[in-house]
């Protein structure tokens, strides 16, 4: 019986795929696959490069707002697709490290040819 499972376990994964259509570490250079949003003017708030109060590896490093009650935006194209007929799976991280009442994260997709 647990040899059947095991088979039938590898059957199912094994016909599994999945397409990854934009990854970012935020790593060295994000800043060059990045626009950062100016529609706020001078309520928007700078991006900056660190791994945070609370990290694994000081080499590990993403982006952070830098100020409080300020607005951010980030985006970047990636190639254009379809998921007709497909569950499309959206996934980011977030580390919330300010003691602030209000705010969150979002993402927002938009159609290919959106100016950025």
């Not at 990854?20 to 800043?31: M, S």
């Not at 919330?96 to 950025?116: A, M, R, S, W």
Request: aromatic share 14%; hydrophobic share 35%.
């Amino acid at each position: 019986m647990m040899k059947s499972l095991f088979i039938l376990a590898i059957a199912v994964t094994s016909t599994v795929y999945a397409a990854t259509y934009l990854k970012e570490n935020f790593d060295e250079g994000w800043k060059d696959r990045w626009v950062e949003s100016t529609h706020k003017g001078a309520e928007a708030g700078k991006w900056e490069w660190t791994a945070g109060e609370f990290y694994d590896s000081e080499a590990d490093k993403g982006v952070k707002t830098s100020e409080n009650a300020r607005f951010y935006g980030l985006s970047s194209t990636m190639d254009t697709f379809s998921n007709e007929g497909k569950t499309l799976y959206i996934q980011f991280t977030v580390k919330h490290e300010q003691n602030i009442d209000c705010g969150g994260g979002y993402v927002k997709l938009f159609p290919t040819g959106l100016k950025q």
